[in-house]
C-alpha cells in the first residue's frame, strides 16, 4: 500500500513513520511519499526517517516530492497535516488575541477561528485535487482545527475523509490505567466535537467502572486530568473532560497565564523548530537524536500555562509514553485496509449519532470501523450543559465555512462573536481587523 502524507516536512511525521516500522503484518505500508511545499524541511525530515529505518529489512520506502499530483498518484491512503501560515502563523494568532484580552489557542476561541479561517480553503483545495487524482484513496486527516477541517473536506469526499486525534484516546487510557483496567480491553463511551468531549462512561467486561473513580476523591486526583480539573469540579459533571475543557471552564485564569508567560506556546514551538531545522541544514548532525530530544522537550512543556494554573505540576512521565495520534492512523488503516474491525474514537459526520447536530456536522464519537470505513456509535443526548457549548461552537465552525465559500468578512466577524471565549461582536470586529493585518491568506475576506 502507499501513503502520501501532506505536510511531509512536519515535525510529527517520525511518529507515524515510527509506527509503520512496527507494523510487520500482510497488506502493510510499503510506500511513503512525503509532500511539502519546504524542500529544506522535506530533507531534513526524510534525513530522520532514514535512520530510522536502519536496520529493519522491510521498512516502507520513502520519497519526498514538492509536486501534488506526483505524490497523490497511486495513493491508497493520504495523511493530512498542513500548517498553512506555519509556526509562525499560529503565533501571530495567540498574540493578536491576547493583545485583546482572549484566548488565542491553536484550536480553541479567537485562534482557532483565526487557524480555520487560514487553513480551510487550502484543505477544501486539497479534497477537490484528491477526489480527482486518487478518488479510491482514503484520507485521515489530522490538520487543525481538525473536527472543522475534517467537515470542509467531506463536503467533497464524503465518507472517505476521517479526523483523529490522540485527545480522547489519551484520556481514555489514563482514566483505564487508574481504575486498575487493561487500556486495551475498555470501551469509552466519550461524545462532543474534537477538543471539546468528555468521557461519560469506561466500560470493561460490559460494566461502566467512571462510577468508581468519581466517587474516591483520592484516586480522581491521581491523574492528569483530576489534578487539571481539580476533584470538585469532576465530580459535579459528572464526567471527565478532555483537557481541552480546561480553556472554557478556566478561561480567564488561562488568559492571564498565557499573557504572563515569557513566550506563547506558538512562539516557543516557532523558537525550537526552527534552532532544529537549522541544525538539519547541517550534514553531520544526527539527525534521530536531535529530532527525538526537541520531541521530548515538546511533550514535556505541553499545556504548561494550564497545569500551572491549577497547580498541576509536571506531566507524569506515563503522559510522555507514545502511542498517540499515530497509532489512532495506524490502527484505522489496518481496519480499513485489512477488514480489521475495532473500535476507535474519530471525527466523523454524525449522522444521528448526537442528537441536536445535522446528520452532516462532523462529531468526535466511538465509531465501529471495518473496510467501509468508520460508522458513528449511536449515543445517549449529551447534557444540557456539554449541549450548549457543543451546539455555540458548532455554529461557530458553520460561520467559518460560510466566511470562506463566500469571502464574507461579516460572517468572519460572526465567527468570533458567537465563540463562548470571545462572546464580543465589538472585540470580533477588531480581531478581524488583527487578523487581516497579519495573514496575507485571509486576503480573500471582503473589507468594509
Known amino acids: 500500500m502507499k501513503l502520501t502524507i501532506l505536510g511531509g516536512g512536519g515535525f510529527r511525521v517520525p511518529l507515524v513513520y515510527g509506527a509503520l516500522l512496527g507494523d510487520h503484518a500482510e497488506g502493510r505500508v510499503s510506500h511513503v511519499t512525503l509532500y511539502d511545499t519546504d524542500a529544506d524541511r522535506l530533507t531534513a525530515v526524510a534525513r530522520v526517517l532514514d535512520e530510522q529505518a536502519r536496520g529493519v529489512p522491510d521498512a516502507p520506502a520513502v520519497v519526498a516530492t514538492t509536486e501534488l499530483d506526483e505524490a497523490l498518484h497511486g495513493a491508497d491512503f493520504v495523511f493530512s497535516a498542513i500548517r498553512v501560515g506555519g509556526l509562525a502563523g499560529r503565533a501571530a494568532d495567540e498574540r493578536v488575541a491576547l493583545d485583546l484580552d482572549v484566548l488565542g489557542q491553536e484550536t480553541v476561541g479567537a485562534g482557532g477561528i483565526a487557524y480555520g479561517l487560514r487553513t480551510v480553503p487550502v484543505a477544501v483545495e486539497l479534497a477537490r485535487r484528491i477526489a480527482r487524482l486518487a478518488p479510491r484513496a482514503w484520507v485521515i486527516n489530522f490538520t487543525n482545527p481538525a473536527g472543522l477541517v475534517t467537515e470542509a473536506m467531506s463536503r467533497h469526499l464524503a465518507d472517505r475523509v476521517i479526523g483523529i486525534c490522540d485527545s480522547p484516546v489519551g484520556l481514555g487510557r489514563r482514566i483505564a490505567r487508574t481504575l486498575g483496567a487493561d487500556p486495551d480491553r475498555a470501551w469509552i463511551d466519550y461524545a462532543g466535537l474534537n477538543h471539546l468531549g468528555w468521557v461519560r462512561g469506561l466500560y470493561v467486561d460490559g460494566r461502566d467502572e467512571l462510577p468508581r473513580l468519581l466517587a474516591d476523591p483520592a484516586l480522581l486526583g491521581s491523574f492528569e486530568e483530576g489534578r487539571l480539573f481539580g476533584t470538585e469540579l469532576l465530580r459535579s459533571l459528572g464526567a471527565i473532560p478532555n483537557e481541552y475543557l480546561h480553556y472554557y471552564y478556566f478561561n480567564r485564569e488561562a488568559v492571564r497565564a498565557y499573557q504572563d508567560a515569557d513566550r506563547t506556546r506558538g512562539a516557543f514551538l516557532r523558537d525550537q523548530q526552527e534552532a532544529f531545522y537549522t541544525r538539519m541544514r547541517e550534514p553531520g548532525t544526527p539527525a534521530l537524536s536531535a529530532w527525538d530530544r526537541t520531541r521530548a522537550e515538546r511533550e514535556a512543556t505541553y499545556m ?145
Open 304 to 448: 504548561a500555562e494550564n497545569r500551572d494554573v491549577a497547580g498541576a505540576g509536571e506531566r507524569a512521565e506515563s503522559d510522555l509514553e507514545s502511542g498517540g495520534y499515530e497509532q489512532v492512523a495506524l490502527a484505522l488503516m489496518r481496519a480499513i485496509a485489512r477488514n480489521e474491525r475495532t473500535s476507535l474514537i474519530l471525527n466523523v459526520r454524525n449522522r444521528t449519532a448526537l442528537s441536536g447536530l445535522d446528520a452532516e456536522a462532523v462529531v468526535e464519537v466511538p465509531c465501529l470501523v471495518d473496510a467501509n470505513g468508520a460508522h458513528p456509535v449511536g449515543l445517549s443526548p449529551l447534557p444540557y450543559h456539554a449541549v450548549g457549548l457543543v451546539t455555540a461552537v458548532k455554529a461557530v465552525e458553520r460561520a467559518v465555512l460560510e466566511a470562506v465559500e463566500s469571502g464574507s468578512r461579516a460572517a468572519a466577524v460572526r465567527a468570533f462573536a458567537l465563540h463562548p471565549l470571545v462572546d464580543s461582536f465589538a472585540v470580533a470586529r477588531r480581531l478581524v481587523d488583527g487578523y487581516l493585518a497579519v495573514h496575507p491568506q485571509l486576503a480573500y475576506l471582503d473589507r468594509p
